[in-house]
Nanobody, 123 residues
Framework: VQLQASGGGLVQAGGSLRLSCAPSGRTFYTRTVGWFRQAPGKEREFVAAITWNGGSTIYADSVKGRFTISRDNAKNPVYLEMNSLEPEDTAVYYC?????????????????WGQGTLVTVSS
């Protein structure tokens, strides 16, 4: 499975963006998908994840209430709707799929990664 993240850009604080994660493989709809981000000089951090059928979602505390992860398995992409963006949200955002070996459904080593899309929030 190859993943393609898109939708990043420059936005003012308080604005919104929607990121998309599109797969190349036909089995994408069976996989848990997550979003991560890495800000300059910082480690990559978990942002959100969604189960294969969209039945469960999980968010980092820093984005809870502002970001929404969703999927439409009929059309394949997984989306990350980002509202009320803050300068602290500036980062390269990556989508990933299929976590394995963790203690929860969103934990562990993520098997597939996209190339990232840059989100810049100006103050």
């Amino acid at each position: 499975v190859q993943l393609q993240a898109s939708g990043g850009g420059l936005v003012q604080a308080g604005g919104s963006l929607r990121l998309s994660c599109a797969p190349s493989g036909r089995t994408f709809y069976t996989r848990t998908v997550g979003w991560f981000r890495q800000a300059p000089g910082k480690e990559r951090e978990f942002v959100a994840a969604i189960t294969w059928n969209g039945g469960s979602t999980i968010y980092a505390d820093s984005v809870k209430g502002r970001f929404t992860i969703s999927r439409d398995n009929a059309k394949n992409p997984v989306y990350l709707e980002m509202n009320s963006l803050e300068p602290e949200d500036t980062a390269v955002y990556y989508c990933a799929a299929d976590p394995r070996g963790g203690s929860t459904w969103y934990d562990g080593t993520w098997t597939y990664w996209g190339q990232g899309t840059l989100v810049t929030v100006s103050s």
